[in-house]
């Protein structure tokens, strides 16, 4: 168990909708990021965050947003779903910026 | 610049050969080369990493190859296992302008019994 947890663990809703995914990162952790992980495919970067403020912004679409409270847990807004949105999100945490990254097991989500 | 080239996409391997995963890159800012292996349904967990200070890393039958002059690493996987089968993910990582790991396109192992 790599301490970072992710809910809900399944998501399927319709085109047009919008989600909030949520990520708790493992205690002490400062650092959360956001992967997209489509079938088959690798892990695309889509955005960081450290100590509730934005780092870095990979290819996150317009439609999604991301923010880190201050208790540092972090949500991931998808809206105006699209079916290509479809793919797993994981979320990562690291203690600092340089730090190996521990992913929790990501949300699956589905648009139908 | 800031992409990681994986290769190969999948690999069979039998029982107790060696698996090998190459991974190149363009970068030269990048200074930490993690590898994570991914189980169906699970998130991808580290397994090894090296800087780029030392040419090769070593921790049980794992091995991380590093040649800085040819901007590539590759992970050995010496006497593979069944257990072994999952998908493997080379990043990289500077510290250097924005913070954030590129990660390869994995490759999917498979060690049959």
């Known amino acids: 168990d790599s301490g970072v947890t992710q809910t809900p663990k399944h998501l399927i809703t319709a085109t047009g909708q919008r989600v909030t995914l949520r990520c708790s990162p493992r205690s002490g952790d400062l650092s959360v990021y956001w992967y997209q992980q489509s079938l088959d495919q690798g892990l695309q970067f889509l955005i960081q965050y450290y100590n509730g403020e934005e780092r870095a912004k990979g290819n996150i679409l317009e439609r999604f947003s991301a923010q880190q409270f201050p208790d540092l847990h972090s949500e991931l807004n998808l809206s105006s779903l699209e079916l290509g949105d479809s793919a797993l999100y994981f979320c990562a945490s690291s203690v600092q910026l340089d730090s190996p990254l521990h992913f929790g097991n990501g949300t699956r989500l589905t648009v139908t | 610049q800031q992409q990681v080239k994986q290769s190969p996409q999948s690999l069979i391997v039998q029982k107790g050969g060696i698996s090998i995963i190459n991974c190149a890159y363009e970068?030269?800012?990048?200074?930490?080369f993690p590898w994570y292996q991914q189980f169906p349904g699970k998130g991808p967990a580290l397994l090894i990493a090296?800087?780029?200070?030392?040419s090769e890393k070593k921790e049980g039958r794992f091995t991380i190859s590093f040649n800085k002059s040819a901007k590539q690493f590759s992970l050995h996987i010496m006497d593979s296992q069944p257990g072994d089968s999952a998908t493997y993910f080379c990043a990289a990582y500077t510290t250097s302008g924005t913070y954030k790991y590129i990660f390869g396109t994995g490759t999917r192992l498979k060690v049959l019994a």
């Open positions: 970068n030269t800012a990048f200074d930490y």
């Open positions: 090296i800087r780029p200070d030392v």
